[in-house]
């Protein structure tokens, strides 16, 4: 069963009064990981059971999608064991660290050398492929094995060509085990340094972007809880999530045409939100709704959606690195 809110830390209701909104929210990463898991294994249970259900000719499909979220679970559950074996060290989130101590208000981005010279991910990226990767094709077993003994350079080209959103130039079968290597790496550096850093628990994002990374948002949330009806938009690398006032654009903040789609009623737990003036939308999750959501596992359980608001011309603004763009 999963906990609801079980990795976001609870209020501290030591100070009287009514608390401040927190502009940064970072998450208990051990909990955020086994609720990943579990729900991303609960949607593969129950595409298992509509393809039982449906015409031969789209029970392949289900079978094919259920394998997927099932592949995703074991990869999820494979950073859960990474972190509770070998956690980051404060040395080695000291690249993080100067990222972060750039003479911009927002987080500089990573070179190819940053990337070369940090061997957690690395080592993070080989023992997934270990784990999650025995789920897969001896072919794609193979190549992604042969990729984890290149040298540090070849693997820092990949993950640099995807941090910079170069998608066509990173090999398609890795894609996702450098995602989640470098998700890793990065969520666990963030954690570290904002326990040290109370600057970093202030930080505020700057055109939609991460605060403490630079990564694009994976979606928004709607609370509930201690912190009912705010919102908060979570990272797709680092796991941070930061707030955004309602009824704002999270791309360009315009508030006057604010729409809200989905394929259920107003109440629907999951919708998009659209913006008339940018025609960016971005998926919104009500926890206050149904607070067994998480973000990456229902947003790609929801892609039908995503077709529907690109026919009506809007482009999307978040980045699901389990479904990473063509």
Aim: charged residues 25%; contains cysteine.
């Amino acid at each position: 069963m999963i906990k609801d809110h079980s990795d976001i830390p609870s209020l501290d209701k030591r100070v009287p009064g009514v608390p401040a909104i927190e502009p940064v929210i970072f998450p208990r990463l051990e909990a955020l990981y086994a609720r990943r898991s579990a729900r991303l294994e609960e949607l593969a249970f129950q595409l298992v059971k509509e393809a039982a259900q449906t015409e031969p000719s789209s029970a392949e499909a289900e079978e094919i999608n259920a394998g997927y979220f099932s592949f995703l679970s074991g990869l999820v559950a494979a950073q859960g064991r990474l972190l509770a074996g070998s956690p980051l060290s404060l040395a080695e989130a000291e690249p993080i660290r100067v990222l972060l101590c750039g003479k911009n208000t927002s987080p500089d981005i990573p070179t190819q050398e940053m990337l070369e010279k940090s061997l957690y991910w690395q080592k993070a990226f080989s023992t997934f492929v270990d784990d999650a990767g025995a789920q897969l094709q001896a072919e794609t077993q193979d190549a992604l094995k042969a990729l984890a003994l290149e040298k540090p350079d070849v693997l820092a080209t990949q993950a640099y060509s995807l941090l910079s959103g170069q998608y066509d130039q990173v090999d398609a079968g890795a894609a996702v085990f450098l995602w989640a290597a470098l998700s890793a790496f990065w969520a666990q550096a963030i954690a570290l340094l904002a326990d040290e850093d109370k600057a970093l628990k202030q930080r505020r994002s700057e055109g939609g972007a991460c605060p403490c990374c630079g990564a694009p948002p994976s979606g928004a949330l709607v609370l509930t809880g201690d912190r009912e009806g705010l919102r908060y938009l979570q990272c797709s690398l680092c796991e941070t999530r930061w707030h955004k006032v309602r009824a704002t654009c999270s791309v360009c903040d315009a508030t006057d045409h604010i729409d809200y789609w989905s394929f259920e009623n107003t109440n629907a737990p999951i919708q998009a939100e659209t913006c008339g003036d940018c025609k960016s939308y971005v998926k919104l999750f009500r926890l206050d709704r149904d607070p067994v959501l998480e973000v990456l596992a229902d947003d790609l359980a929801t892609v039908v959606l995503d077709a529907a608001l690109e026919d009506q011309g809007f482009i999307r603004a978040a980045l699901n690195p389990f479904a990473l763009p063509a």
